[in-house]
């Protein structure tokens, strides 16, 4: 099992920035591919970003790549999702995952590709 616990959301202005941390417990995290995904009222759950147990490997989303970075230290057993230049858009829920494949074969992506998932913390971006 691994617990994961979400931070850092809140209301911020449009062009502003927030980082979000997930905090990781239980089995061994630095095995785990982790992502991030975020979900808005009425909307399907979507991808943000992921990457792999070592750091060294990144996929984001399209709207997300020029302006999310993910990072992550296995020593805290913590990722990060560093957002900034915020849009009205990215007001949503944001959750933190656990992979439990390879980076090689995960479908980074893919809400069913990861097994833990977080409780979420609200990001609101306003105009």
């Known amino acids: 099992q691994v617990q994961l616990a979400e931070s850092g959301g809140g209301l911020v202005q449009a062009g502003g920035s927030l980082r979000l941390s997930c905090a990781a417990s239980?089995?061994?995290?630095?095995?785990?591919?982790m992502g991030w995904f975020r979900q808005a009222p009425g909307k399907e759950r979507e991808f943000v970003a992921a990457?792999?147990?070592?750091?060294?490997?990144?996929n984001y989303g399209d709207s997300e790549k020029d302006r999310f970075t993910i990072s992550r230290d296995n020593a805290k057993n913590t990722v990060y999702l560093q957002m900034n230049s915020l849009k009205p858009e990215d007001t949503a829920v944001y959750f933190c995952?656990?992979?439990?494949?390879?980076?090689?074969?995960?479908?980074?992506?893919?809400?069913?590709?990861?097994?833990?998932w977080g409780q979420g913390t609200q990001v609101t971006v306003s105009s």
């Open positions: 995952a656990a992979a439990t494949t390879p980076w090689s074969s995960l479908r980074v992506g893919l809400v069913g590709a990861y097994t833990y």
């Open positions: 990457i792999s147990w070592g750091g060294g490997m990144k």
């Open positions: 239980g089995r061994s995290f630095i095995n785990c591919p």
